[in-house]
């Protein structure tokens, strides 16, 4: 397709070198002009987006509920370290382990690395000229009579021996260059908050499966003791049965109920076997390499205070939203490298060396140079560049309301989190109540059965019900635990606060 080029060139011998200061002067008054102009930058100029005007993360408020055993301090800024709060250094140490030795972090440093090292290629290759050196040997055999002027004798073939160097920079006169730059700096940003996600999801997961862990392993310890009582219970009515004291329609509802118990420890039994195999690989170690036994909730402190920070700054905060903006960064770049394209372009070039037809002679002076300066200004594109515009245009669009949707789903996840942990209080407080209840009762029924006032099958029956409530308890003690975990990760989970790496 067609393109106007024009160019010149200059390009002096040995003979000619009394002419070579005034052309080389006009040549750098027209590089003179052209770097002044440098300064233009088409296109949009990208600024962080305002933070969103939001007073709290619910509509009905982001306290805790009077009788909870937390509370929500607004405005606290959340530790880097976030679960150090639950005072617990086999906790700690699991995450450590998974932060240092994790595969996806691995992954996500490699990918910043390379996205960085892209960086400087093109900063390298872009803002500065480039220069190649040459050397080169040809066999030659030239006919003046080819060029009109007539000789007795042509010239034998000679050896003319080359050595240069070339040096060429396009000069940025509308930012093209600077704008692909740009994009490729918010690419670096976007790995960056990439990792930092990778970093604080992962220490999230660690602590949420070393919490489920802890949950199963008690949930299974409390079946199994519900279940002895109830195959207990079971054998005493299969002794009245046996005596004519209760019909058989009474026992077989016991066999359903201790089969129906049964069948509740595989579940558990797989749940906690796929959990402990998850957190091995989050370790980074196989499955059959983790040996350390599972965390019990009662190693582990419920955080009293719950630092929320300020919901207006989470922007600032979360690194999806970070690494969101960091795209919509790149988006508004695109624009302007699409839009410089419709520009001219224009590319110095020079060369000097030295010609010889001995190969001792190539240091004896430069004998050949030049000097040019080339201009190409698309005319027909069959609108290829306008189409690509307009492409960039709206890829902006769409980066900037992805930015606004994951702005609200981070919102959404902060307020979801926070409701838990409100649920969770009145879930605790209403499963303790009756775990206290059920313990009294059975404790009545110890003292009434040693008096001989209950049967044992009565005894039994009150601490069936302590176990189950003892169950539900524990189910409704780890969720505080997990939720508070996943409510310090939803509000960013302080990487910020991070010392500075050497």
């Known amino acids: 397709m067609p393109r106007f080029a024009p160019s010149f060139s200059l390009r002096r011998l040995t003979r000619r070198q009394s002419r070579a200061p005034r052309r080389a002067g006009y040549a750098l008054a027209a590089i003179g002009l052209l770097a002044f102009t440098a300064g233009c930058t088409v296109g949009p100029d990208f600024a962080a987006p305002a933070a969103p005007e939001v007073a709290s993360y619910t509509a009905d408020g982001d306290g805790l509920p009077a009788n909870a055993a937390q509370r929500v301090q607004s405005g606290a800024d959340i530790p880097a370290q976030w679960w150090r709060l639950f005072h617990s250094d086999a906790l700690d140490q699991l995450v450590r382990q998974a932060l240092q030795a994790s595969p996806t972090l691995a992954q996500a440093r490699a990918t910043l690395r390379q996205a960085s090292e892209n960086l400087d290629a093109e900063t390298g290759g872009r803002l500065l000229p480039s220069a190649d050196a040459n050397v080169s040997a040809a066999r030659q055999k030239v006919d003046p009579s080819a060029f009109g002027v007539p000789v007795a004798q042509p010239p034998p073939p000679f050896t ?89 329609a009474d026992l077989s509802n016991q066999e359903l109920l201790v089969a129906q118990t049964r069948a509740l420890l595989p579940p558990l039994d797989k749940q906690l076997s796929q959990t402990t195999h998850q957190l091995a690989v989050y370790l980074g170690v196989p499955p059959a390499a983790l040996r350390a036994p599972p965390l019990r909730l009662a190693d582990l402190t419920l955080p009293p205070d719950i630092p929320t920070g300020v919901p207006s700054a989470l922007t600032r905060q979360r690194p999806d939203i970070l690494a969101a903006e960091a795209l919509w960064h790149k988006a508004s770049a695109d624009v302007g490298v699409a839009t410089a394209n419709q520009y001219p372009q224009f590319t110095l070039t020079a060369s000097f060396g030295s010609q010889r037809t001995s190969l001792g002679d190539l240091s004896n002076g430069v004998n050949v140079w030049n000097l040019g300066l080339g201009l190409t200004q698309p005319l027909f594109r069959g609108g290829e560049l306008r189409a690509r515009k307009r492409s960039a245009e709206a890829g902006y669009e769409a980066a900037a309301a992805a930015y606004r949707q994951t702005v609200l789903e981070g919102l959404q996840q902060v307020a979801d989190a926070l409701r838990a942990v409100q649920t969770d209080a009145d879930a605790f407080n209403a499963y303790d109540d009756a775990w206290r209840r059920a313990a009294d009762a059975e404790r009545i029924a110890q003292g009434r059965y040693q008096a001989g006032g209950i049967s044992h099958q009565s005894l039994l029956d009150s601490q069936r019900q302590l176990l189950q409530t003892r169950i539900a308890r524990t189910e409704a003690d780890a969720a505080r635990y997990a939720d508070t975990a996943a409510l310090l990760h939803a509000l960013g989970g302080g990487w910020w606060n991070e010392p500075a790496s050497p």
Do not use: C, K, P, W
């Open 160 to 248: 003319l021996y080359n050595a240069s160097i070339d040096v060429s920079y396009t000069l940025d006169v509308f930012g093209g260059n600077r704008r692909v730059l740009e994009g490729m700096a918010a690419q670096v940003d976007y790995q960056a908050h990439e990792l930092q996600a990778a970093r604080m999801s992962l220490a999230a997961n660690v602590v949420t499966a070393a919490i489920r862990q802890a949950d199963l392993s008690e949930r299974i310890a409390a079946t199994r003791d519900l279940l002895a009582a109830q195959e207990r219970q079971e054998d005493i009515m299969r002794q009245r049965v046996a005596a004519g004291g209760i019909a058989q």
